[in-house]
């Protein structure tokens, strides 16, 4: 979404503008995609193999 702010605009318009943006914005439930993937590899192990290849 996009605010347009004219020179004009009052203190309260702002705040008005912001407050309509963070009402419209709706979340994502990310608990139902929790634990969906399974990866072959620990992410620790992933992690330490990967930072070793500059060594």
């Given amino acids: ?3 347009k702010i004219a ?3 009052t ?3 702002l705040e008005d503008a ?3 943006l963070e009402s ?3 979340g994502i439930d ?3 995609y929790f634990g ?3 990866f072959e590899v620990d992410g620790l192990t992933y992690q330490k ?3 070793n290849e500059w060594k």
Avoid: G, Y
């Fill in 36 to 38: 969906k993937i399974n």
């Fill in 30 to 32: 990310l608990d139902k």
């Fill in 18 to 20: 912001l407050k309509k």
């Fill in 7 to 9: 020179k004009s605009s």
């Fill in 24 to 26: 419209s914005s709706k």
């Fill in 11 to 13: 203190a309260k318009q």
């Fill in 1 to 3: 979404m996009t605010i």
């Fill in 49 to 51: 193999k990967v930072r």
